[in-house]
């Protein structure tokens, strides 16, 4: 029974990563109907950029602020030099040009930073909480992390239903020619879009960055649980994503702690088949998010 | 009169898709011959490797580039056919032609039932589930259960037979090497060729550009895209059994993400939907970095960036050709094809027509 609490706990902890990644992955969906291959790599660049802070004896804060700022940055760089031109395309063109998006970032971080795994300190201590006599396997680094997911999530209900920005953007992504014809500037809310996401990502990047290390590398597993927590959810649903995640999470770290965790990549590809197999809009998805 | 004896030939060559297909075959094998005893050791091994590259991406092109199905993961299906091949060689110890054929029979086997998945997954989530098959399959060798039959991180050593004495004694195994490779490179274009001429392979195509028309002029659009995934798979798994037994190794080290990456790269180069355009691609996406490791020898380069130059290129290839040029080289050979032909033979034609 305590191990399986133990298990349960630490899936919430990384689940709530993959809910974050998953998020990133639905706002650009939402957006533009791609999905982002290249969400794994661009994490993977802006927490370098906070590690080299890290290693240079800057803050853990300043690192995460610095990560998410050139999260904004990249992503807008992206969506404006590299999607743009394939948006109108075939779904085909759209993953071969993120995907060698991710590849030319593992290379560009491979020629800079080299293949050696590096440490990433957390925020907060990692020995577990005492309940009693018994040392739980959630430390306060976990509790940071899933405030933070949350925190993230909420601050982006916040933007898309409260504010002009967030009216402005889901029009774009709706109904792009209406609202075009209203005067929204469709494009740049696209980009906004991005930027968004790809800062969610680099959060992500960081928050995961002290369990997982620091490679070019290593957030490939990220990126595919991340697609599958999405996919649990429905691409088209940002709660859906948060529970996929968290849902996700939890399986995973039962697969690890009962099968071995050699075959969790493996196990997370099954539950992305057998939801797709019985139902391919996901748990919160519309059934009009796909076509067929 | 001269003319239409000059066209009747031409005609017959064209008419018949099984013929000129076997002529083209012929020619690759004496091509083959020649190229392989020109060549020293060293070169013949890469010509092996451009052989089974080629092969796996011959495999890919049919399924993203006549089917519209793309698989991010097809190195995954190289991996079960250098591991089926290993476990053949070393526990039945079968003739060479089964063991292979076994590796296509498993290759096809798994790709058929991820062709069942991939039937009801389009673009993007199928994009997703390859990913994911890529990223996790190599894992399994390591896993507890399986370790000591698929030999764990270090993998399997595969030991196959020397060429034939016959041939010999002083015979050189890489150029023997390069012969079954090459001879199967043969044989899967000509079967590939021939199945994108036939009724399937229109099949594939209709589905690619319309589902629905597709199901209503009659066409089964599920059982297409199985067949597909089976045949291409089958394919990675040929091209993964003469991997085993070219590099004398089936591990999980070399399945990685950047295996299927530079299938997909060599396909994309190339041209997706060209048999020729898999070929182009395999010369490229193997050589290069050969290429980039001799350029930084002579640079004198630091490891971390020569090694990442290959990886750095494959993305950059990517994302110019299919922003730029969608066509990939074989467009681009088309093109100049079209071009010489308007410069040569067709003011030839016309001159005599009106002398005529």
Not at chain 1, 12 to 19: D, E, N, R
Request: positive net charge; proline residues 4%; glycine residues 12%.
């Amino acid at each position: 029974m305590g191990r399986f609490l133990d298990l349960t706990l630490a899936g919430l902890t990384s689940g709530a990563v993959y809910s974050a990644v998953a998020l990133a992955l639905v706002l650009i969906w939402r957006s533009t109907r791609i999905v982002n291959f290249a969400q794994g790599g661009m994490l993977m660049i802006t927490t370098f950029i906070a590690y080299t802070i890290v290693s240079h004896g800057g803050s853990y804060w300043l690192a995460l602020i610095v990560a998410v700022l050139s999260g904004l940055v990249l992503g807008a760089v992206v969506e404006r030099v590299l999607v743009r031109p394939v948006e109108k395309r075939s779904p085909l063109d759209a993953v071969v040009v993120t995907f060698g998006l991710l590849v030319l970032l593992q290379g560009v971080a491979g020629m800079l930073f080299g293949g050696t795994p590096r440490s990433y300190p957390p925020a907060f201590g990692i020995a577990g909480f005492k309940v009693g006599d018994r040392q739980l396997l959630f430390a306060p680094n976990d509790l940071w992390i899933v405030l933070v997911v949350l925190a993230v999530m909420v601050v982006l209900a916040l933007v898309f239903r409260k504010t002009n920005l967030g009216l402005r953007m889901r029009a774009s992504a709706f109904a792009p020619e209406v609202a075009r014809l209203l005067g929204v500037r469709v494009g740049r809310m696209l980009t906004v879009g991005w930027a968004l996401a790809a800062a969610v990502g680099a959060i992500a990047g960081v928050l995961v960055a002290p369990s997982t290390f620091v490679s070019p590398t290593a957030f490939d597993a990220v990126l595919v649980f991340g697609f599958t927590a999405a996919v649990i959810g429905g691409l088209d649903s940002p709660p859906g994503a948060v529970v996929g995640g968290l849902a996700l999470g939890i399986v995973l770290s039962y697969v690890a702690g009962y099968l071995g965790s050699d075959i969790v990549t493996l196990a997370s590809l099954v539950v992305l088949i057998g939801v797709l197999m019985l139902r391919p809009q996901g748990l919160f998805g519309s059934t009009k998010g796909r076509r067929v | 009169m001269t003319a239409l004896a000059a066209a009747a030939p031409v005609r017959f060559w064209q008419r018949s898709t099984l013929v000129r297909h076997l002529t083209l075959s012929v020619l690759g094998l004496i091509v083959l011959y020649f190229v392989t005893t020109s060549l020293d050791s060293f070169a013949n091994l890469q010509f092996a490797q451009i052989c089974y590259t080629a092969i796996a991406t011959a495999g890919l092109t049919v399924l993203s580039g006549l089917s519209g199905q793309i698989s991010l993961g097809h190195g995954a299906f190289v991996a079960v056919g250098a591991y089926t091949t290993a476990l053949l060689l070393e526990h039945l110890d079968w003739p060479l032609v089964l063991v292979l054929l076994g590796s296509v029979v498993i290759g096809g086997a798994l790709g058929s039932l991820v062709g069942v998945a991939a039937a009801r997954l389009r673009g993007p989530y199928l994009a997703g589930a390859t990913l994911a098959l890529a990223v996790g399959l190599p894992s399994l060798a390591d896993y507890h259960g399986l370790r000591d039959l698929l030999g764990g991180a270090n993998g399997l050593i595969v030991t196959s037979d020397p060429p034939p004495l016959s041939l010999g004694e002083s015979f050189p195994l890489e150029r023997w090497q390069a012969w079954i490779c090459g001879l199967c490179l043969v044989v899967t274009l000509f079967l590939l060729a021939n199945l994108t001429r036939s009724r399937i392979g229109r099949d594939m195509r209709l589905v690619r550009e319309d589902e629905q028309a597709a199901a209503l002029s009659g066409v089964h659009v599920a059982r297409t895209q199985i067949v597909t995934f089976g045949i291409s798979a089958a394919f990675a798994g040929l091209a993964g059994g003469l991997f085993a037994i070219v590099n004398s190794l089936a591990a999980p080290g070399a399945f990685t993400l950047s295996l299927s990456l530079s299938l997909l790269t060599a396909a994309v180069l190339g041209g997706l939907g060209s048999l020729a355009g898999a070929v182009y691609g395999a010369v490229i996406v193997t050589l290069l970095p050969n290429w980039t490791a001799d350029l930084a020898q002579q640079a004198d380069l630091p490891r971390a960036i020569y090694a990442n130059i290959p990886l750095v290129l494959y993305g950059l290839v990517l994302i110019v050709v299919i922003i730029a040029f969608p066509g990939g080289i074989q467009s681009g050979v088309r093109k100049l094809g079209a071009l010489l032909k308007a410069r040569f033979v067709r003011p030839l034609q016309t001159r005599q027509e009106t002398r005529r």
